[in-house]
């Protein structure tokens, strides 16, 4: 997800402004705040060792720069519908594609 005009004091606390931020997401397509687990803190940023996750993360960050650009720069775009055509980006996992809204329906915690 991409979100702007974040300042230092929305971020305190740290967790607690992810797990919203998320949460916001999750229910922007309908989807239960519970549907990849518990969102209350502690919520773990990591470094990744995945050249594939980097992969990722490089296309989705082009995107959203791309789109941005296009749009005539971030005042004049629209974050919701940015957030909203990446859930739906089609992404090659261990060969297969899928979205990431279809990974999140396959989630254990979903039923």
């Not at 992969?55 to 650009?69: K, L, Q, R, T």
């Not at 957030?83 to 979205?99: F, I, K, S, V």
């Not at 279809?102 to 979903?110: A, G, M, Q, S, Y």
Request: glycine residues 6%; contains cysteine.
């Amino acid at each position: 997800m991409f979100v702007a005009d974040v300042r230092k004091a929305d971020l305190t606390p740290r967790d607690r402004w992810r797990a919203n931020a998320v949460r916001r997401e999750l229910n922007a397509e309908n989807m239960p705040d519970a549907v990849l687990g518990e969102l209350a803190p502690p919520v773990v940023l990591a470094k990744t060792a995945s050249r594939q996750m980097l992969g990722f993360m490089n296309e989705v960050a082009w995107f959203a720069e791309c789109a941005i650009v296009y749009a005539g720069g971030l005042g004049r775009f629209d974050i919701a519908e940015l957030n909203r055509e990446q859930r739906r980006m089609l992404h090659n996992r261990n060969g297969c594609y899928a979205t990431p809204l279809d990974l999140v329906r396959e989630h254990p915690h979903l039923a």
